[in-house]
């Protein structure tokens, strides 16, 4: 039988206190919360692997290294309100519902947001909520959130998830270019984002999120 208790101390002793994530919500949030219980079950035993997990449709749950290293650049607060775009089967909201008042989750797919919404009832983040419809809607009714972030590449950020980001919020964007990616934080002043370098990292580009290819003559 899979220790998983023991894999999951391991994840984070190899990879996230090693990449420079010293929060200790962060920290706490991913010794708690059972990885493999978000995955799909033919991929359990590679939830602690230092890798993508493949969901389908080229959608995944990110490392571990990339995901906390996002959280702990946000630095959320346990009175926030969180959206988290693309949760696939809710592993990203049930860590961050560990740190935040209340974390809406938005998932495309319906079958797997209902699956998402029952593992995280199961595992006691009764504070997350998972919103079906296009990723890149977001989740206005909800809104506005003092912090958004997204489960996977971006080529294009769109005006809406700009628009439901309140005054002074925070956003966590991991820009694709081919197969190269960086992470930036965004903080909102005067109706305007202003982004800062975070670290590296590459996901494949989240549906809806695609860049806009310019007309070329």
């Not at 595992?123 to 909520?129: E, F, L, Q, R, T």
Request: a negative charge; one cysteine or more; charged letters at 20%.
């Amino acid at each position: 039988m899979t220790d998983y208790a023991t894999l999951r101390t391991t994840m984070v002793d190899t990879q996230v206190r090693p990449s420079d994530v010293t929060k200790f919500t962060v920290i706490e949030a991913m010794l708690t919360v059972p990885r493999e219980a978000f995955v799909p079950s033919n991929a359990r035993d590679a939830a602690y692997v230092d890798a993508l997990v493949p969901l389908e449709a080229n959608r995944v749950v990110l490392d571990a290294r990339t995901l906390a290293k996002i959280l702990d650049a946000l630095d959320i607060q346990s009175g926030e309100l969180v959206l988290d775009v693309g949760t696939g089967l809710g592993y990203s909201a049930a860590v961050i519902a560990r740190m935040a008042e209340a974390v809406i989750a938005v998932e495309n797919d319906e079958a797997r947001a209902h699956e998402a919404q029952a593992a995280l009832t199961e595992h006691g983040a009764d504070n997350a909520v998972v919103h079906c419809g296009p990723l890149e809607e977001g989740a206005a009714p909800h809104g506005p959130y003092d912090v958004i972030l997204l489960q996977g590449g971006v080529g294009m950020l769109p005006a809406a998830l700009q628009e439901q980001l309140k005054e002074g919020g925070r956003i966590a964007v991991l820009f694709m270019e081919g197969a190269l990616g960086v992470v930036r934080i965004g903080y909102k002043i005067d109706g305007e984002i202003n982004w800062n370098f975070a670290f590296n990292a590459a996901a494949p580009v989240l549906p809806g999120f695609e860049a806009v290819k310019e007309f070329e003559l």
